[in-house]
């Protein structure tokens, strides 16, 4: 008999070809003017934990900040931005989920949940995946949308209760985000570090009540009180400003000393998916729960290869975790505008 624990049987990911993180670096440290400010950058370019990001762009010698390239010329309008978010983002999305189909059979899907922050468009990326999968037009959607780095969480969470509602249920989890559209002319190291952080990418799971995988257990959540103005994108005529304050760090540490209560204790947990959203994000996730060495190898593994892809980078996290061995309870957990911490926990039996 099929229990109502519902469970991530895989995880599909997919990126785009061109990595932009080497050219971005080259031209952020140009628009610097102040050579302290510059050198500046550069230090904290070094030390970030990123080498690589993905765009769907591309142009100008492989680099969207070239002459020719898509910023290269003058700086694009936002509804030319979600022009090529409307035409790129679902075939990225089809991408992982042609990758999760080489794990496990996707036919009798019943439900679909997407996220994604970093662009509109209507009909929306469900509806396009409906039909670039061929899936049944009677499949029941729902959109997470602007919920930013945490949406995952979120996507994740629906499904658990869908499946925990409707124990035949097989939901088809997707998460995509094109960060890349949303440069911005700006010469000052904060915005240009908080720029250095975002890259593209999606990853599509498939949760059900068959046994095996992740089984996810207790979501819980938090918005912090006083840091609303944190993380927060401001829509311009000129895509969308991710504000990212340097504050974020030192406020989610001491928000996981106090307000963020986790439903376990951290030195019960075998192992941690915590959404790459920076290396000192990393670091003060660490520091807080006072974690082993090596607790959070994913996840800066994926910083480092992917850079912070926003709402799609916690399931590049469980992705790995998926891939390895390690078997136990486990924690999974992301920030994100608010300021907001979303989680849940899970158990990976072994098989």
Do not use: K
Request: overall charge negative.
């Amino acid at each position: 008999m099929i229990s109502s624990t519902a469970t991530i049987q895989a995880i599909g990911t997919a990126v785009p070809a061109t990595d932009v993180h080497p050219a971005f670096i080259d031209w952020a440290g140009a628009c610097i003017t102040d050579p302290r400010e510059r050198a500046l950058f550069m230090r904290m370019a070094q030390r970030s934990g990123i080498h690589h990001r993905w765009s769907v762009l591309d142009g100008g010698g492989g680099s969207p900040t070239a002459q020719g390239g898509f910023y290269g010329d003058a700086w694009p309008t936002t509804a030319q931005r979600m022009a090529i978010y409307a035409d790129e983002a679902p075939a990225l999305a089809a991408r992982a989920v042609a990758a999760l189909g080489d794990q496990v059979a996707i036919d009798g899907i019943t439900h679909l949940v997407v996220a994604s922050c970093t662009g509109f468009t209507a009909p929306g990326i469900d509806q396009q995946l409906i039909r670039l999968l061929g899936l049944d037009p009677s499949v029941e959607r729902l959109m997470v949308g602007y919920m930013g780095c945490y949406a995952a969480i979120v996507a994740l969470r629906s499904a658990r209760h869908i499946v925990r509602s409707e124990p035949g249920a097989r939901v088809l989890v997707v998460c995509v985000e094109l960060s890349s559209l949303h440069l911005q002319a700006n010469a000052e190291v904060e915005p240009l570090l908080a720029m250095l952080q975002f890259g593209d990418g999606a990853a599509a799971a498939l949760v059900s009540a068959a046994p095996g995988g992740i089984a996810l257990d207790q979501p819980f959540a938090m918005t912090v009180p006083d840091t609303a103005g944190l993380i927060r994108w401001d829509l311009g005529d000129h895509g969308f400003a991710m504000h990212l304050s340097g504050e974020v760090p030192g406020a989610i540490a001491q928000a996981l000393a106090g307000t963020v209560t986790l439903p376990v204790p951290a030195d019960s947990v075998d192992m941690w998916a915590v959404h790459a959203g920076g290396r000192s994000i990393l670091d003060a996730v660490a520091r807080a729960l006072d974690l082993a060495p090596g607790a959070l190898d994913h996840s800066r593994a994926v910083l480092r290869a992917f850079g912070n892809m926003s709402s799609a980078t916690l399931m590049f996290v469980l992705a790995r975790i998926l891939a390895g061995q390690a078997t136990g309870q486990g924690v999974a957990l992301a920030f994100g505008p608010g300021l907001a911490a979303e989680g849940l926990t899970f158990r990976r039996e072994a098989p």
